[in-house]
């Protein structure tokens, strides 16, 4: 049985008024959760997502705005021009398979949505930043990003990447009053890990909860999956003023995983 959860207190509800923010795949998993806790402080959100109408609901639930758009499409992303106070980027999908049997193709197509895509939106929201003199990009990185795991390479090497790119825009960015940080969580319970979890059970010939057990969990010194919400409460100071110290780091929400 998982321990009991403790939740922590959400910022107060006017810490994000007057701020906009964009969250890619923000339509469910760790990206609604971030919307509806931005939308709770005060911010504008628009919710950005492959799923048009899934985004548009949201968007209505927390009387924000939708984007539907395809960030795997990068070369359309090239000329975009970005107002936003606060970028989330945090669109992701994950592969599981050997090396020698990964798809090329699909670990190009994770490296355009995970990397790419993050550097360019980044890049078109940094001018208005640099203008107002205020910025948050947020990028939703993953322990991954620090450790690596069997069958995982594209997407260990897109966290790695983005790990990078973070501090760069980080550096680059602190003069203009930009901050730039990842979120480092362990196995979140969100879609795309239940579909990890029936991958990894094929993969290695054991049962679902086998793979929770002795494969998600075997690391982290805390035996649950992380909430959603845990996530977005870091986001959402993250995003505040009172964070302004805080930049091109990696904030691990990962049990202990990392602590090795």
């Given at each position: 049985m998982e321990p009991q959860t403790t939740r922590s207190a959400p910022i107060s509800a006017g810490a994000l008024s007057?701020?906009?923010?964009?969250?890619?795949?923000?339509?469910?998993?760790?990206?609604?959760?971030?919307?509806?806790?931005f939308a709770a402080a005060g911010a504008t959100v628009t919710i950005c997502d492959l799923n048009g109408e899934a985004a548009q609901d949201l968007a209505a639930e927390i009387g924000g705005e939708s984007w539907s758009t395809d960030l795997a499409d990068t070369e359309a992303l090239e000329d975009l021009s970005l107002d936003t106070d606060i970028l989330i980027n945090n669109a992701g999908i994950q592969h599981v398979a050997p090396i020698q049997e990964f798809d090329p193709e699909k670990w190009r197509f994770i490296h355009r949505l995970m990397v790419e895509s993050p550097f360019l939106l980044i890049r078109a929201a940094l001018p208005g930043m640099y203008e107002r003199g205020f910025g948050?990009?947020?990028?939703?990185?993953?322990?991954?990003?620090?450790?690596?795991?069997?069958?995982?390479?594209?997407?260990?090497?897109?966290?790695?990447?983005?790990?990078?790119?973070?501090?760069?825009?980080?550096?680059?960015?602190?003069?203009?009053?930009?901050?730039?940080?990842?979120?480092?969580?362990?196995?979140?319970?969100?879609?795309?890990v239940e579909k990890q979890i029936a991958d990894q059970a094929r993969i290695h010939s054991i049962s679902e909860d086998e793979v929770v057990e002795k494969i998600m969990l075997s690391e982290s010194?805390?035996?649950?999956?992380?909430?959603?919400?845990?996530?977005?409460?870091?986001?959402?100071?993250?995003?505040?003023?009172?964070s302004g110290m805080v930049t091109g780091t990696s904030y691990t929400i990962d049990g202990g995983w990392t602590a090795a």
């Open positions: 007057g701020r906009r923010a964009l969250i890619t795949g923000g339509a469910s998993g760790i990206g609604a959760g971030c919307a509806r806790a948050r990009i947020i990028n939703l990185s993953s322990a991954h990003g620090m450790r690596a795991s069997p069958y995982k390479s594209a997407y260990v090497a897109a966290k790695h990447a983005l790990e990078g790119l973070s501090k760069v825009t980080a550096l680059e960015g602190a003069e203009h009053g930009v901050t730039s940080n990842c979120i480092n969580p362990a196995y979140v319970r969100t879609p795309l010194a805390v035996k649950r999956l992380v909430e959603v919400d845990e996530v977005a409460s870091l986001a959402a100071w993250l995003a505040s003023d009172a």
